[in-house]
């Protein structure tokens, strides 16, 4: 076997984003994972409106359409549900419409298990990588310019192993919460060890419903935590009944519950008072009990931590898997040009800085929601535990104060506090916020005047995007100054891709007149609105969209775009 750069540890979804990221950018990885067969159920099936954009920034949102859900409306029943009792429709997830600049607002649902087949079937198909089964990786040894991998490969059934040692670039520990790589690195993981804690619990797993006594149409819940709580949600696998099922609460016994069928079976019954509905098989069954920790930092020298791996929390706000994805691309575009010898190593201690705050906050937030679920004050706030704000779609997750970032339009005192959950409620777009969609932007010069695009369908993983908002017709000479500044840059080609975009009012229409990659007409104005750039502003401005999806700069001129990737790369 060819020794790649990249050894990733673990097949969940971090571990299959961050491989993807990287062959996107034509880095090779191994993918290992220690299971002889592939996680089944539901788990981590609430995918966020960022993660959707995630998808879309690697291409495989198509894949994901065609087999995704919308969110299931929730409906609550008492316990035991009366004769007749039609339940109580609970506004969890609020469905809000599409906008031009967010255009996917609502989340999908998908279960883990069949997000990552999707994962693993997009990668086998466009880059011939599998994930290799019942191989474990049991230590490594970090060395300046490279890591040394020990791995047992078991096999099955013969009770003997091999084992192998394998040189690579970098190694990704995305082995989930119990990561031998977090541990071998003497990474702490802290967190909420109180006696209280350990008393909570939830039994959770998926079974087959027999058709005709429970349709896949809503989400229904019986009880509460006080005394007993049961969710039955539907798997949504095609010509399958399956629920997914969890059940807690203070009167519930979660081992005897969740020691057979029979005794899950006989508690479903017990809580919802209805033994008309009928279940086939267990597919799988366990009992979750809270562990709420993240790590100081996601990784030393050339082996990093993400996912799981790296923070561990409530499922309560469906923060977990997503939460994963977005580690997994910011890692692994810098991987990607530090292994290109682009960029230099320094530039990966960004990853643990960018992402610790974030993690920090999306911690509290579910640990929040998850008091109020299962020890909630009052029933007031048990009903505000089941209400998704808005902030948990991720559209302001941010990066706003991290040093690879350069914003020369707005600034922020040393002890000026940024919420890295929050950006963009102000109004204003800076450097370290999403990247804004777009739509309607028409590229100049070609014959078919009514094909547009989007920023989002420009922006990919495998370079950074510099949308340089400027006239020609006022500013031809600044335009061409700023893109052979762009040119100079090394290897340009290969990880820059250039958009002039014209404003609404704009009379140039010949691309020729620009060397710039594309050249796009804002034909509904959009665009400027949305970066909250002037039409008429005198002067060009540069927002530099970093390979995942992120504005990197926010500058006005070829001094702003050497200062950024004189961050970003060996300049
Ligand atoms: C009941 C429940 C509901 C949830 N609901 C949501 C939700 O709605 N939304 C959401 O975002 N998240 C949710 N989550 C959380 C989500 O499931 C996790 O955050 C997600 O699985 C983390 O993915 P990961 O790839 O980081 O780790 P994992 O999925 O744990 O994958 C790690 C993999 O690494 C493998 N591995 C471990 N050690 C080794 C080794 N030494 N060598 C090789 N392989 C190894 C493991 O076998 C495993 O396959 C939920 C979780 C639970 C339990």
Redesign the pocket.
Known sequence: MSTPNVLI????????INALTLLRNGISVRI????DSF?LG???????PRTIEMYKLLGILPDLLEVKTDPFPVVKFSSPQGDDEEGKVIPMVERIENTPSRPYNTGYMLM?ERQEHLLRTRIEKDYGVTVELS????SFEEHEDHVIAHIVKHVPNAGENTEETVKVDFLVG????????RKQLGLPFMGDDSESLKEIG?V?GDIEALEGTLDQKVWRMWGDTTSNLLSLRPCAIPHKTHLNF?IGGADVNLEKVASNREELVNAIHAITGRDDIKFGKVINLGV?RPNIRMTSSFGKGRVFI????AH?HS?TG???????VQDAINLGWKLALVSKNLSPPSILTSYTAERVPVIATMLSKTTELFHKTFQPASPEKMAEGWRRGYELRMFGVNYRKSGIILDEKYSYGADEAVDPYRSGDDGTVRAGDRAPDAPKLSPVGQTNATTYTTFLDLYNPAYHTILVFADPGRNREAIETILETIRGLPSSKDIIKTVVVLPQTSSSNDASTSSADMVLLDTEGYAYKHYDVAGDSQQPTVFIVRPDGFIGGLVFGVEGIKKYFGLILKL
């Open positions: 540890v673990g097949a969940g979804p971090t571990g299959l290992i994972e220690k299971q996680q539901t788990r981590g099936c609430g995918m966020q883990q191989t474990e990786l049991s995305a082995d989930g919460g119990r990561s031998t790589v939830m959770a969890f979750w993400a996912g799981d791996a561990v499922p469906g923060q977990g898997m997503n939460s994963g």
